[in-house]
């Protein structure tokens, strides 16, 4: 585990990362063409901001720049079934595989969901039953099944949008990004969603690198602060890696003095996480819960691409700690005033310094 306590802020409050949202304003459906969202460009340092469409990044991108992507996969971990005794409709969220088809969830209705109750899924195609209750409620289950588990979840299983996406997903594949390798999110790496294949493919064309690290997202992403101290919130914990080749081609940037540029803040927790006091990105895998917020002193990232996120969450942390809580909470009502999309399937920021 990763966590940077050396630059504790104290006196923080949760409120102070409050701002007002017109309902209206959090994006529903992805747009058809990922690179058409739009892009408030704002300079860390003066918190001057620019409005462009996301495929003008290019405009802000130089040869020798690493983008550094998040290449986890989403897997459509929404499960709806039935339960065996009664009949009675239940909802699994897988959230993390314990071990071969032994998963830790979070089920709906949970009183009802005690250690024995057996569950049905697809008229039997998949059947589990709930072993254990654990952390925060949620049941650890084990699954029975004929063939492979992730055939019979992909013929099953519902891509689990955020809560407060109400509109049914058309494509699957919009939850993911076009360069989305290794399964084991519950939640999409949303940055991400705005690059095309053709955009990434200019991009390199252009001199500018790309480098994969790999973090599943869980739920605990979408979690909100319950504490008022800020600095008294317990962070979640995910997996990450980072290989070789991606800690060699980010340190060779840095060495080379070029920019390295985080696509979302899963990205960004990953390199912060695997990176020493020095400066060095180290290849290495395990769980992290670094928290992020102002006071944090970054060790590797120049730049960060990112959505515009919930009021009082820990990303809105992050993001406030990159670029100064007054000049993110300004850029965010110059978006909501100019009508930008956000959330998930929303418009986009690029937080970089603009001289």
Known sequence: MNCDSSRRVSGMKTSDFDYDLPQELIA??????????????????????????????????????????????????????????????????????RENDIWETLVKPGKKMRPGAKLS?????????????????????????????EEVLDALGEMPL?????????????????????????????AGLHFTKELLKELSDMGVKLAYVTLHVGLGTFRPVKVDDVTKHHMHTEFYVVTEETAELVNRTKAEGH????????????????????????????????????????????????????????????????????HIMDAYAEAVKERYRFFSFGDAMFITDMK
């Not at 058809?32 to 991108?61: C, M, P, W």
């Not at 008229?123 to 254990?132: H, I, P, R």
């Open 28 to 97: 529903q459906d992805p747009l058809k063409d990922r690179a058409a969202s739009r892009l408030l460009v704002l300079d860390r340092n003066t918190g001057a901001y620019e409005h462009h469409v996301f495929r003008d990044i290019k405009q802000y991108l130089k040869p020798g720049d690493c983008l550094v992507l998040n290449n986890t996969k989403v897997i459509p971990a929404r499960l709806l079934g039935v339960k065996e005794d009664t009949g009675a409709g239940v909802e699994v969220l897988l959230l993390k595989r």
């Open 121 to 149: 899924f697809g008229d039997g195609l998949l059947k589990a039953e709930v072993l254990e209750v654990v952390d925060e409620g949620n049941r650890l289950v084990q699954f029975h099944y004929e063939g492979i588990f």
């Open 162 to 190: 955020p809560p407060y996406i109400t509109h049914k997903l058309e494509d699957k594949n919009r939850y993911q990004t076009v360069y989305a390798k290794y399964e084991g999110s519950a939640a999409a790496p949303t």
């Open 259 to 326: 920019r390295v540029i985080s696509v979302g803040t899963t990205s960004c927790r990953t390199l912060e996480s695997a990176t020493d006091e020095h400066g060095i990105l180290h290849a290495q895998s395990g769980d992290t819960d670094i928290f992020i917020y102002p006071g944090y002193h970054f060790k590797m990232i120049d730049a960060l691409i990112t959505n515009f996120h919930l009021p009082e969450s820990t990303l809105l942390m992050l993001v406030s700690a990159l670029a100064g809580k007054e």
